[in-house]
Nanobody, 124 residues
Framework: QPAPKESGGGSVQAGGSLRLSCEVS????????VAWFRQAPGKEREGVAR????????YVAGSVQGRFTISQDPHKNTVYLQMNRLKVEDTAIYYC?????????????????WGQGTQVTVSS
């Protein structure tokens, strides 16, 4: 399974919105875990949200709950991360990852396939 491909990062002012896209090569109707992680300079990689691609299991981290939403479009093999009311502390490189498993976690070491990341910068 080739690496997922992220897009949609950029710069935005605090309070704004961005939508990240993650194209996965495998037909996501075949059931796989896809997750979004982020890493800010000098910090550990943090799990943000994950989905089991039939859409039956969604998780969003407490730090972004109520502002970020994860969803999928199986017709486009794409998973989205909608980010609203962005804060300066959301600034990071955002990575999409997949693992081909049916039991999903938000732990980076349980994901085998990683995209190259997309930069999100939120200014005050």
């Amino acid at each position: 399974q080739p690496a997922p491909k992220e897009s949609g990062g950029g710069s935005v002012q605090a309070g704004g919105s961005l939508r990240l896209s993650c194209e996965v090569s495998e037909d996501i109707s075949m059931r796989t875990c896809v997750a979004w992680f982020r890493q800010a300079p000098g910090k550990e990689r943090e799990g943000v949200a994950r989905i089991y691609t039939p859409g039956t299991s969604l998780y969003v981290a407490g730090s972004v709950q109520g502002r970020f939403t994860i969803s999928q479009d199986p017709h486009k093999n794409t998973v989205y991360l909608q980010m609203n009311r962005l804060k300066v502390e959301d600034t990071a490189i955002y990575y999409c990852a997949a693992n081909g498993r049916r039991v999903c976690s938000i732990l980076p070491h349980e994901y085998d396939y990683w995209g190259q990341g997309t930069q999100v910068t939120v200014s005050s």
